[in-house]
């Protein structure tokens, strides 16, 4: 299957007019550090359509691996709401994986590939053996690691363990897979490999991706929409779709004087921020 996305919108063909699958209403996040109160947000809202690929941008510490957290119920707000499929977020939902910013901590090391890969299954569903080695070898499959099955994660490279942690995410079969800067460890030559398995495994299955990153030009190459967070305590400074079209690839869509645009748009709010500077004004 593929999945065709509206270059409008963002919107997959399969998600028009469906409710949002996430809603974050009035989101605040205070924490207590040395008895002092710090607010990291307080009143973030929006709302994220099924098959969206948003990514959260911001200066270092404005709070997006906070956002994400709240999401994915690893964090509770001190404030507002969360939706997921118009249920309250209480805590993790089934539906919702979140693949850590230090990823190659999850990865169990005294486990194969497929060994970790099948873990995914563990909580998830009560598969008899010939259906999960099915499964195990579709998902294997799905992310390039054909051949090395049997191998232990310290004879993978980064970019084969970051396959390792993705198809583990992906066997329980998410409807949102929140992703906080997955491939901030690999090198750049990876990290662009990467960033074309994660668009095509996003065209494949009906997966929403929430993706944290520093990097703004990653986010412009993946993402059908961009939330860009102000220094803390964080507001949504900017909220733009990203009209590219899918499929993209490394060198057509960087090659498009679109993606140049919106890259040093949004590099330049983000940056001017760091530097201390006024933040230009938001787009509508
Ligand atoms: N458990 C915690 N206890 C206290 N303060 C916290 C906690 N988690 C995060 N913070 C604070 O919240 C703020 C936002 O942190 P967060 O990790 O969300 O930022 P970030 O935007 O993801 O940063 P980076 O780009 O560096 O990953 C920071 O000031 C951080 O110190
Ligand atoms: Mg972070």
Redesign the pocket.
């Known amino acids: 299957m593929t999945i065709t996305h509206d270059v409008q919108t963002g919107v997959s063909a399969q998600a028009q007019g469906k409710a949002p699958i996430i809603e974050v209403r009035n989101a605040a996040k205070r924490?207590a550090?040395n008895g002092q109160s710090?607010t990291?947000f307080d009143g973030i809202s929006c709302s994220i359509p099924q098959g969206a690929f948003l990514s959260i941008v911001?200066p270092?510490?404005?709070?997006?691996?906070?956002l994400l957290k709240l999401i994915s119920g690893l964090e509770a707000p001190s404030g507002g709401e969360i939706l997921f499929n118009g249920a309250k977020v209480t805590g993790p939902a089934e539906g919702m994986i979140y693949v850590f910013?230090q990823y190659t901590k999850s990865i169990f090391p005294w486990r194969t590939v497929i060994q970790n890969i099948e873990f995914g299954l563990n909580s998830h569903k009560k598969l008899g053996k010939r259906e999960r080695d099915e499964l195990c070898r579709h998902y294997v499959k799905l992310v390039g690691l054909e051949g090395y099955e049997h191998y232990f994660p310290y004879q993978l490279s980064g970019g084969m363990q970051q396959r390792v942690v993705i198809a583990r995410a992906l066997i329980c079969e998410p409807s949102v897979l929140l992703m906080d800067?997955p491939f901030s460890a690999v090198d750049a030559l990876t990290r662009a490999i990467l960033q074309e398995l994660i668009l095509k495994i996003w065209q494949t299955i009906p997966v929403t991706i929430l993706f944290?990153t520093?990097d703004v030009e990653e986010a412009v190459f993946l993402s059908s929409r961009i939330i860009s967070l102000t220094k803390?305590p964080a507001k949504i400074h900017e909220d733009v779709v990203i009209d590219l079209p899918y499929p993209r690839d490394q060198i057509t869509t960087r090659a498009d004087e679109k993606f140049h645009g919106l890259r040093q748009q949004l590099f330049a709010s983000i940056f001017l921020q760091e530097k201390g500077g006024a933040p230009s004004a938001p787009r509508s």
Not at 60 to 66: M, V
């Open positions: 924490f550090v710090l990291v911001g270092s510490g404005c709070g997006k691996s906070t910013q800067e944290v520093h803390s």
